[in-house]
């Protein structure tokens, strides 16, 4: 089973719900989200990012808000030509390179410590496991397109309310699936066999493998899990906690992860810098948490 459905060769979920493509990566990639004002063109500094009467979808509109930023500090330091023109260039690969070299040059990232690699391992030590395993069953109620999310939540709600009883016979979780569930693997009362962290789509890897509350914990989960394909009723019948990794054999890969959110910390800061010192009309740009630059 590839990584993105709900895990087990019995599953097909990406075929019967409708998740939310991901974004697309880019060479520049903006740390902002766009909202659109009444002026004719969006501008940095007076230099449209578009022709008057177009108007670029947000994300468009975004990547050329931050790049133009770019470009224009790469200028004002003589590191590329400067331009009257009064539309934004689009950056070739060449200015790329050249606009990549200053953040390199601009954006200081510390070495993480010893101690700071320690504390991250100390504080995250399921992630560093290898080999681990779950024999799961779940019942998905798949959220499609015009469909009525809060009664479909409701109606899962129920399901689990009725598992949860202290009544419930043991054959009740196979019977719903059977029933109820939008996922193949329904006809086998739900039954995903053994799976793994990458077996899953993200949000039920988070929840059954790197859960701290219940990284051990066998049977019903109390609470739905919300995932891109819709809501989950999940039970653990079965757990393989494989093999934990050392500090020594995964302290490089921290070193770098650390660097990694230092570096998109510091360019995060950087940006909303020049986007302060800079005169932007006809967009708002407002700061988010991800990466600026991928």
């Known amino acids: 089973m590839s990584a ?92 790329q390179a050249v606009i990549q070299q200053m953040l390199d040059d601009e954006i200081e990232v510390p070495a993480a410590s010893e101690d700071e690699c320690r504390r991250y391992y100390t504080a995250r030590s399921a992630h560093f496991a290898i080999g681990r395993r779950v024999h799961a069953r779940h019942i998905l109620f798949a959220v499609t397109q015009g469909i009525n999310v809060a009664a479909l939540a409701a109606r899962a709600e129920q399901a689990l309310l009725e598992l949860r009883h202290k009544d419930a016979a043991p054959t009740r979780f196979a019977e719903l699936a059977r029933t109820l569930s939008n996922c193949p693997s329904g006809a086998e009362g739900g039954d995903l066999g053994w799976i793994g962290p990458d077996d899953c789509a993200d949000e039920l890897t988070a929840e059954l493998f790197h859960n701290t509350e219940r990284l051990d914990a066998l049977g019903l989960h109390p609470r739905l899990v919300h995932s891109r394909y819709g809501f989950h009723i999940v039970e653990v019948l079965a757990r393989d906690p494989g093999r934990q990794q050392s500090f020594e054999e995964v302290s490089q890969r921290i070193a770098v992860q650390l660097a990694q959110q230092s570096r998109a910390k510091a360019l995060h800061q950087y940006m909303q810098l020049l986007a302060g010192c800079a005169e932007v009309s006809g967009l708002v740009l407002e700061g988010a948490d991800s990466p600026l630059v991928q």
Do not use: F, K, M
């Open 4 to 95: 993105g459905g709900c895990g087990g060769g019995a599953c097909q979920c990406r075929e019967t719900a409708a998740p939310v493509p991901a974004s697309t990566p880019v060479a520049i990639e903006a740390a902002a989200s766009v909202a659109p004002t009444e002026t004719a063109c969006a501008a940095i500094n007076g230099v449209a990012l578009h022709l008057p009467g177009e108007r670029p979808d947000e994300y468009s509109l975004r990547e050329l808000a931050w790049a133009e930023l770019l470009r224009q500090e790469a200028a004002a330091r003589r590191l590329l030509p400067h331009s009257d023109a009064r539309l934004a260039p689009r950056l070739g690969n060449g200015e």
